[in-house]
């Protein structure tokens, strides 16, 4: 954050509200308030907002994002299943991926 030279947006709140949960009602609004054409084109987070409501929210905007899964034995088969897949998609600008589902599951809800 040292090299940001515009901030958006700030509430401040209590020490023991820093959780997605929290921070998803004033990034909703935040984005209610501004035209479309001035939101970001990707909603990044940590593991912390790969969570069915935010996921959700995001796809009900058609906001793209993209979250940090947490390591957990599910993903970990996973991802030992895909590296034994040898073809790769082409996605585009030179990148190519491979893509697999999973159901996601925990205290908040799950995705698939």
Known sequence: M???????DVDVVAG???TSKHFAPGLWALLDRIPRDLWPSLL????GFGNEPIMREAEQRGLAYLFKLRL??????MIERLSTQREWANTGQ?????ESLLRLEGGAGSAA
Request: overall charge positive.
């Open 44 to 47: 990044r987070g940590d593991c």
């Open 94 to 98: 030179g990148w190519q991926a491979k």
């Open 72 to 77: 957990t034995a599910n993903v970990k088969r």
């Open 2 to 8: 040292a090299g940001v030279r515009l901030v958006l």
């Open 16 to 18: 023991n509200e820093h």
